[in-house]
């Protein structure tokens, strides 16, 4: 499964640049809270989930932080530039 991993929080662009919208107000689900996807899909049963289409101001881009760990550790991975996935 393929879902879309844009933003971990859902005031993400706000906290960085001090302005501007939501994740949800621009349609995206965050990965992180009790509202996010990693927590709404904690039960899906799949032989593969992968997180695509991620800013690059998501901290679970960053391999060595916690956000990264706990999707690793929900048994989600989490696509990197220039991965080919066969369908």
Request: no cysteine.
């Given at each position: ?14 906290q ?24 709404l ?11 695509v ?8 881009l ?17 696509a ?8």
């Open positions: 499964m393929l879902f879309d991993g844009t933003f971990w929080s859902d005031d993400e662009l706000i960085i640049q001090d302005s501007g919208q939501t994740a949800r107000q621009m349609g995206h689900v965050p990965v992180s809270s009790e509202q996010g996807s990693l927590h899909l904690a039960g899906l049963k799949r032989p593969r989930k992968v997180f289409h991620i800013n690059n101001t998501n901290p679970m960053d391999e060595s932080g916690p956000e990264s760990r706990q999707v690793r550790e929900a048994g989600w991975e989490i990197e530039d220039g991965w080919h996935i066969e369908l």
